[in-house]
């Protein structure tokens, strides 16, 4: 009963604050929300940080239609992060375009400079249509992930994930693949 009362108080609020969303369970915290396009009928679960880090002159996180994000939720943005239509994002979910500090490539940074002092890297996050992403999953930066695909709980995604795969693992890696013929996960 209590339950129902405290959906019915978050609906309530949801509608007057966020009237696109479908429901919104706070408390939520959002840094930087005149840069966030949160889609039509979004689902929030509680506890969700989301940052837009920076001064810019478009929407930098952006979601489609029906998303589901879950409880506990951090996204942090800087460069730009998009989530498709109809996607499933469980509790625990670390979703960060940037990082302190260049650690491969040319230049470098040095363990001797504290981590607040290195420069601020990012790039994009692009997740496509259809996508579920499992409990505890970390996306970095500048990847991909395709349409239709799944990533299992605890993985974390470092490199761009194909369309209609399923990824585990740490870090990632295609355990299977949608047969379309078939109608299986090969």
Not at 2 to 17: G, S
Not at 117 to 140: A, C, K, T
Request: charged residues 20%; proline residues 4%; contains cysteine.
């Amino acid at each position: 009963m209590i339950e129902k009362i405290e959906n019915l108080f978050f609906l309530i609020l949801t509608k007057l604050l966020f009237k696109s969303a479908r429901l919104i369970r706070f408390p939520v915290y959002l840094r930087g929300g005149q840069y966030m396009d949160l889609g039509n009928q979004l689902t929030l679960g509680r506890y969700c940080r989301f940052d837009v880090l920076g001064n810019h002159k478009s929407k930098k996180l952006i979601f489609g239609r029906n998303v589901c994000i879950g409880d506990h939720v951090r996204i942090s943005c800087v460069e730009k992060i998009e989530v498709g239509n109809d996607v499933l994002i469980g509790s625990r979910v670390l979703i960060i375009d940037n990082s302190h500090g260049n650690y491969a490539g040319e230049n470098q940074d040095s363990p001797l400079v504290p981590p607040n002092h290195r420069g601020v890297h990012s790039s994009p996050i692009l997740i496509g249509d259809n996508v579920w992403i499992g409990e505890g999953v970390v996306i970095q930066k500048g990847v991909t992930i395709g349409s239709g695909s799944i990533i299992a709980a605890n993985t974390v995604i470092t490199k761009n994930v194909p369309s209609n795969c399923i990824v585990a693992g740490l870090p990632g890696k295609v355990i299977k693949e949608y047969n379309f013929e078939k109608r299986v996960w090969i």
